[in-house]
């Protein structure tokens, strides 16, 4: 069997929320065509969601016209996917989960993405925002 | 690209929420929006179809803990059936599989 095709992707949208169905689609069918199986897919598409939506509620505070970029892309064996905001960048200390027993609406996000990827990092980028780093290795079957 | 749609139904005894697309942040508020009739009229139980509901986030998740600890103030019920694999997951990684009152059909929801 041949290796998965190499993807890459670079797309550029506003930090609405009626971008969210898409950036779970192009996750998942990054996800697919990285070679991953379909529950990895549904993780990968949740933390990418959680991504996008912290980068909404919490990077630009609700704002829904601001620049979000998506880079994608899927090296052999991996998925590396790139979250790019233009708001201030945060002290990655500064943005943890609620513990989980304590049971209340919201506070998970965090928690998903690092439950369910390898490295999820907090870089601050060229434009003084932050780049939400998410990457995921192909387990191997 | 469809979003999510919510039916209701008068049950004998309750309410059934029929949920299908998949909720969001946005799309959570229609949800929560259909959650708090059936509250403002303390139905009890609550019964929530997600049968077809492929994808949830935590904003998802925060409008159900909502109404679960809105239903638990009059003592009432919630009770969610028809989960698929992914959002099965959700609720284990998030540890709300033992919060919540899950089961696999609406006969076992009724009863």
């Not at chain 1, 304590?102 to 996000?109: A, D, F, I, Q, S």
């Not at chain 2, 989960?83 to 033992?98: C, D, G, I, Y």
Request: proline letters at 6%; a neutral charge.
């Amino acid at each position: 069997m041949s290796a998965p095709p190499e993807v890459s992707v670079d797309a550029h949208l506003v930090s609405h929320p009626r971008f969210i169905q898409f950036v779970r689609l192009l996750a998942g069918e990054g996800a697919s065509l990285a070679g991953f199986a379909d529950e990895d897919r549904d993780r990968i598409e949740l933390a990418v969601v959680e991504g996008f939506t912290n980068v909404i509620r919490h990077g630009y505070g609700g704002k829904t016209d601001q620049r979000v970029d998506i880079r994608l892309e899927a090296p052999p064996g991996r998925l590396r996917i790139e979250l790019v905001d233009w708001a201030t960048f945060v002290d990655p200390a500064k943005i943890v989960s609620r513990p989980l027993d304590h049971v209340r609406p919201g506070g998970l996000g965090v928690h998903l993405m690092k439950s369910t990827m390898d490295v999820v990092d907090y870089l601050k980028n060229a434009h003084g925002g932050t780049t939400l780093v998410l990457e995921k290795r192909v387990s191997p079957t | 690209m469809p979003g999510m749609s919510v039916t209701s139904e008068a049950l004998p005894k309750g309410v059934l929420l029929t949920v299908e697309g998949q909720i969001d942040m946005h799309t959570s508020p229609d949800l929560r929006a259909k959650l708090r009739e059936c509250l403002e009229k303390k139905a009890n139980p609550i019964l929530v179809d997600l049968t077809k509901v492929g994808f949830i986030d935590s904003s998802g998740l925060a409008t159900l803990i909502e109404a679960l600890q809105a239903v638990g103030r009059y003592g009432g019920k919630l009770r969610l059936f028809g989960l698929v694999p992914a959002v099965r997951n959700l609720f284990k990684l998030s540890k709300l599989f033992t919060i919540f009152d899950i089961r696999e059909s609406r006969e076992d929801a009724t009863r």
